[in-house]
């Protein structure tokens, strides 16, 4: 699933390329998605002009003239810019035709994303008004985090995976910055200490920086239309890697289920 990581970085790539582009109409191939795509979406769309891109947890958004729309990549979906020439493949399902001749394609191969269109204030949208603190904001603080931990006896990390709690972690990212912060991912989100609530927002902001530096570079050299799908060269350090050496003490990462998602880390390095 694309992560808060590589939301941002389409969100880098994608939107200096559609600002300020008039959307000349909208092809539907598939209009059932997560979601049925609204079929006034094309005529209420056409003639706006996109103002902005901005994102808040994993959501897209594209402010235009009147209206807002979100973006919902689900499982497997990504965005792309790309000439008007090229022809769509089998799990293209959307195109924004925009000026200039060039499309803002919408691929996904599992069908579970999600667009919305809304004259309202976005942030208030339903979807989007009752998310957490972004994790990358300045105001992102160990303080609040353990406020809302007060009298939590679920475990950290799946306290870390609450949207209402933090926008948009993941379970690939919340894996990694328990690792980075040596906590084990099991303990209870009430009993960890102030110190330690500060070395894990710390170490939450530094993995995401990492992941998106990272997603950065792999596309420093791709020319603007290029696809930016799937997971950019990342090195984890215990996602997905069940029975390998821990980078640190060499023991092997264990992995477990926990709240229905698999959890990796280093029953030595994290306590």
Do not use: W
Not at 52 to 67: H, I, N, P, V
Not at 122 to 142: I, K, T, V, Y
Not at 237 to 259: A, E, M, N
């Amino acid at each position: 699933m694309p992560e808060l990581p590589e939301v941002e970085i389409t969100r880098l790539f994608v939107g200096p390329i559609v600002k300020g582009r008039k959307i000349e109409r909208v092809d539907v191939r598939t209009p059932s998605l997560r979601r049925p795509i609204p079929e006034e979406l094309s005529t209420e769309l056409s003639g706006e002009r996109i103002l902005d891109c901005t994102r808040r947890g994993k959501y897209l958004l594209f402010q235009c003239t009147s209206c807002c729309i979100l973006f919902h990549l689900g499982m497997s979906g990504h965005l792309s810019v790309v000439p008007s020439s090229t022809r769509p493949c089998r799990h293209d399902h959307l195109d924004f035709v925009l000026s200039g001749g060039l499309y803002l394609r919408y691929t996904d191969p599992r069908r579970f994303g999600s667009i919305f269109r809304t004259r309202s204030a976005p942030l208030e949208h339903p979807l989007l008004r009752n998310l957490g603190p972004e994790p990358l904001a300045s105001e992102f603080c160990a303080r609040d985090l353990i406020t809302r931990a007060s009298n939590r006896t679920i475990s950290i990390k799946q306290f870390l995976m609450d949207s209402h709690v933090i926008a948009g972690l993941g379970n690939i990212y919340t894996n990694e910055s328990l690792f980075h912060a040596g906590i084990s991912p099991l303990r209870p989100a009430k009993e960890l200490t102030a110190h330690e609530y500060q070395r894990l927002t710390s170490a939450i902001q530094y993995t995401l920086q990492e992941a998106i530096s990272a997603g950065k570079a792999h596309f420093q050299s791709c020319h603007a239309t290029e696809d930016i799908m799937g997971y950019f060269p990342l090195r984890f350090r215990v996602y997905g890697r069940q029975g390998k050496p821990c980078h640190i003490c060499d023991l092997p990462i264990t992995r477990i289920r926990l709240g229905q998602r698999s959890t990796y880390f280093c029953s030595h390095c994290q306590s």
